[in-house]
């Protein structure tokens, strides 16, 4: 058995975006957001993430600009370090241990050099408690720094980022909790508390839930669980502090975002509408409806000129000021529960699962994007709670990608299952699935499972589904009936057998490789058919207990059939009918690599899962993990690799063919590494890329990418610039500057102005080269002078050839003329000697 090595388990693409409130740059041009681990920069106009910014150990649980440098960020994460970036180009420039889980943070202009943080606290009261805390950052040229200052701000403070905020450019900070508002004045130093009634009169809930002060007067507003919106006033003294009451939202007030002028103030909530109200004109309002998911974060750029808007569904929305929808960052979409298994498209090579409500989402791991959504059940999805409506929940692709099974169901009180049974075929045109067959109540009770076979040549594409009604259906794909006076409708689905045994309940299904042979299982007992004639092959027996997983060995271990139960693996051999072994363990998940023998089981054990990577023919496993996640797996799936991986080492070969993907009870998808990937990823993300949406300015063409193509194609005779030596684009001067971090780089000012030299053409150079250039007319003079009066000598017979000769060619010009009489002065005696020889 080989333990893990340096293979390790790590959030892959598809981690919230939605987790923290998103930051749009001073220039609106990039979006950066928390995203598992790391920091996503996306471009606001593309929508495409232009690059992450990785380093973190742990959960990032904030980003912030820089209040100094536009073009630097901090994030923060439960690792208990701050890190500052240069966002533009990827590039870490220092690290600050605090030495606690930040689980938000908070900078202002006021504070130069002071960040804020929220952190768990040992105390002697409780054994938790969360403080608002001052962390005076180190001013060390060092790239890995630990923070000695710390002083606490307010105590007993929310976690949640949304329940704090500056006022009035960090003269107060204004904090919510449960059913207090508490106003900390940091010239005063002192902190003014206000309470509320946990209901009022009507039965609403005073709860807060957000915060917002305004930029530029004495105005805090506060969201709350019953859908207010409440504006405090006057609150610099305790006992004369006024509010008035804003209501449009029926449910709980998420967050709350003032422009930066203070003209408007944005609010949001579950009905997924964003509401612009008129600061001090609160009777107008704007509505910006249908944004998808309920609103969990508003963000406003520096400038105001966009808005953006996190939701549930891991969404991104970016608006106009004009309150128009510009750009839509998709994350993975993870619901409550994933009913689908976790599936790869052969096609596009996404992986497949439930998404919106209704719809399959294909996302692509590689670009970490979603490529769009399919709609199942193709009917309007009603938020309401307690509303029983259809849902996704099973899928299977065939081998090819070009077909697609679905299944849906809706459980009414009073009413029988509703369920459907979809066929989708593949549309090369629209390089999307199309409706092909619907089949309403293709059973009596639920579908347990459902697969395709991988046809061969002789055969047809079929599909098996087993169901709680004691029987399981093949459904074959049937030519067009042609009659006349009939449009030909294409090829359609039909039912071409069904079966059960004795009675039983079957659970799985699953087809060999070749598809020469289906196995079925009826609780205890495993079924073998023969696809061809529907024969019932044989049954395998095995100890007591329901087997509810099935799978068949693949290439060289095409011979065995495996299948899991509550407490046992077991593994029978198809040429002996018999099983070959068995061993002990709760295998919540089997899966099979479709490009190798190799299989993984997750074993559930005290709390936590354990993998193991095998192949049936062998008695010791290939790779093993303890503790891959907490909970139990339910979903995984062996993706596909595009480049075969080279890897050496026996506890990682496993991977060198596919990469296993697995969903855990968090719903978080998590993945496989090497250190290997790791150091070559690593290594990817430090080089220096300039984006080719970068403004042409001279810094641009001075280091940009393109500046040595661009010489190349200049006509050296052009123009004085085409003579000016270039600069050293490979020098190591030039390496130690663009990878040097800024804090230790020189002043701006001493750049700014050796590189404004460097791009000047001094008056002296000038007249050098006007100089030169007479120099060379007078020498040119000189030689046609010479070589007249040697023509001049010629004989009269020779000049009467010579100008027959030239009458017939045509006249050279003066370039020509001048490189004819440099080749007449070359020695050409070497050549008559080689002759000679």
Known sequence: MVEHGDIRVVHCGGSKINFRDPV????????????????????????????????????????????????????????????????????????????????????????????????????????????????????????????????????????????????????????????????????????????????????????????????????????????????????????????????????????????????????????????????????????????????????????????????????????????????????????????????????????????????????????????????????????????????VVKAAFDASGSWLATVEERHQKAAELELNLKLWAFDEQTQSFVLNTTISAPHDAQITAMCFCQPTDSQTTLLVSTSKDGHFKAWQLAAPAHTEGTDDEGPSWLCDFVSAYHGLVPECCSFSADGSLLAVVFQEVVTVWSPSTWELLTTLSQPPGAVSDLCFGRLSCSKYLLGTTASNLLCWNLLTCSLEWTTSMDVRRLVADPLSENMAAFCYQSGSTDLFVFKPSEPRPLFSHKAVCSGKVTQAVFAPREEMLESCEESSQWLNRSQLYFLTQQMDLMTFTTKAEEDRLLASSKQLVIDDSVAMTPFYLLLGKHRQQQQEHQDSDSSLWAERTALPQTSASMKELLQTPAHVLPSTSYLCSMFVQSLLISVSDAREEKAHAEEEMESEKEEEDSEEEMESSRSKPELAAAAATESDTPALTKAQARELRRVRKLDHSWLAGLLDS
């Open 24 to 391: 749009i740059t001073h220039d609106s041009r990039f979006l950066l957001c928390a995203s598992g681990e790391a920091v996503k920069v996306f471009s606001t106009s593309t929508e495409e993430c232009i690059h992450e910014l990785r380093g973190h150990t742990g959960l990032v649980t904030g980003v912030l600009l820089r209040p100094s440098n536009h073009l630097q960020v901090y994030s923060s994460s439960l690792d208990g370090t701050l890190r500052l970036w240069d966002f533009t180009d990827g590039i870490l420039i220092k690290t600050c241990v605090i030495g606690y889980p930040i689980y938000s943070f908070y900078a202002s202009d006021k504070h130069e050099n002071v960040i804020f943080i929220v952190a768990s606290m040992p105390s002697d009261k409780r054994a938790e408690r969360f403080q608002l805390v001052a962390v005076h950052l180190p001013q060390s040229g060092d790239q890995m720094v630990e923070a000695q200052e710390l002083s606490a701000v307010l105590s007993g403070v929310n976690p949640n980022p949304a329940a704090i905020a500056f006022g009035r450019g960090g003269e107060f900070i204004a904090s919510v909790n449960d059913l207090q508002l508490e106003v900390y004045f940091f010239k005063k130093q002192k902190s003014y508390r206000f309470f509320l009634k946990e209901d009022n009169k009507k039965g609403g809930w005073n709860t807060f839930t957000c915060v917002a002060c305004h930029p530029k007067d004495d105005c805090i507003a506060t969201g709350h669980e019953d859908g207010k919106i409440r504006l405090w006033r006057n609150f610099n003294h305790k006992k004369e502090y006024t509010y008035s009451t804003l209501h449009w939202h029926h449910s709980t007030v998420s967050s709350l975002c003032f422009t930066p002028e203070g003209t408007n103030l944005l609010s949001g909530g579950v009905e997924s509408v964003l509401v612009q109200w008129r600061y001090n004109q609160e009777s107008e309002r704007d509505f910006l409806p249908r944004l998808g998911g309920a609103i969990t974060h508003i963000t406003v750029s520096p400038d105001g000129s966009l808005f953006c808007t996190s939701h549930s569904d891991n969404k991104i929305t970016i608006i106009q000021s004009c309150v128009k929808v510009s750009a839509v960052i998709q994350g993975l979409v993870k619901g409550d529960s994933i009913r689908t298994d976790l599936m790869m498209d052969p096609r596009s090579k996404a992986l497949v699962l439930n998404g919106k409500p209704g719809h399959l989402q294909f996302y692509s791991l590689q670009r970490d994007k979603l490529l769009y959504n399919l709609d199942i059940v193709q009917q309007e999805y009603i938020h309401e709670s307690g509303l029983q409506q259809f849902e």
